[in-house]
């Protein structure tokens, strides 16, 4: 997890090894919150990508003028705000451009801004000193990683609906119950990389 | 709003408790639940923010205009955890470094956000002391009940403090990111189980009466 990984392997690494929701725990909330229904999930993996991509490269940007006039105490500020900012601009090109995934995803999208899957993106990729290609790689692994964890889970809470689940399980905690069997079946990819 | 004040603090450790109620600030809750200690430095973190943040805002709440409020409540916050960073990192090195990324993540907390948003921008200062502390020590319980089962399970401890003989052998699942999970869903459990007791036997009660 070098500043000079070879970018095959940071992909790999962001997506499945470290897969952020499954072993970094981050964006738990659109993770238990959509995965209800397949379609909405995929909308959801959608609008994330974007964000973390646009969030990425502004956090790269920010992060260099931030060096130039040694101010890294104004880190945190500056990233939450662009972060903010990007998902303004989402909901509203969705409302514009396709009111129907506007209104599935709901309350969850202007949530995206306190999606800890972001601004952990921009954090980790500071901390790791990853250039500007790394940087939008590591990006689109990690949402990657977190659509194929919201779409595996929103497929197995589709099927759970029809299972005869005891009544004190069902919900969150079967949810919860999955989701680490998930998360178990993701270590199996632990030996992909380096 | 005449009901007594002592329930805005009771409030957050039970009845809405942030984790296992609400459901709010999941993510820092098994992150880093792996072992008691943390726990406990996040949980006691969170609440520092929760409190401060919570008293500012509702100190200026009059101040901030309606549309800038989210962008105004997350400066406010993201402010306040820079200072925790810094603070942690100045205690014990080692500590910031378990916990990482997780400690300026605090930003993005929704409980924080959320309490931020419910309650210290409606009520006054007194209120929202009480209201920070009672959901700031429900955190810190919730997270200190998961970090210590994770840390029993998983490799034997309690705060470090070996509890078992030399033949135990650990559960390492427990400290692996899907312990987290597991031991989540086992608490809900428990607490789903009390409370349809509770329920049954205040039903039973009521059939007597």
Known sequence: MMADAPH????????????FVLAYFLG???????SAKLA??????????????????????LNQLLLLVDAPYLRLISYIL????????????????????????GIFLPLITTNCAILGLALFQTNRGYGFSRAIVFALGAAAGFTLALVLMAGVREKLDLAPVPELVKGT?????VAGILSLSFMGFAGLGS | MTQPTTNEFIKGLWRQNPIFVQMLGLCPALAVSNSAINSLTMGLATSFVLLSSGVVISAIRSLIPRDARIVSYICIIASFVTTVDYVIKAISLDLHKSLGAFISLIVVNCLILGRAEAFASKNTIGRTLQDALGMGAGFTI?????????????SGTLFGVALFPESFQPWTI???????????????????????TRARRAAAAGEHA
């Open chain 1, 82 to 105: 662009v972060i903010a900012s990007t998902v303004q601009l989402v909901e509203m090109l969705l409302r514009k451009l396709s009111p129907a995934t506007f209104r599935a995803l």
């Open chain 1, 40 to 61: 909405t999930a995929i909308r959801m993996g959608g609008a994330v990508t974007f964000v973390m991509l646009v969030a990425s490269i502004c956090a790269y940007l």
């Open chain 1, 28 to 34: 738990l909330c659109p993770f238990m919150g959509v």
């Open chain 1, 173 to 177: 905690t079967a949810a919860l119950i």
């Open chain 1, 8 to 19: 095959w392997s940071i992909f790999v690494n962001a997506a499945l090894i470290n897969n």
């Open chain 2, 174 to 196: 427990m400290i692996l990111p899907s312990g987290g999970f597991f031991v989540l869903a086992l608490w809900l459990l428990v607490i789903g189980l009390f409370e349809n």
């Open chain 2, 142 to 154: 919730s997270l200190l009940c998961i970090g210590s089962v994770r840390e029993i399970l998983g």
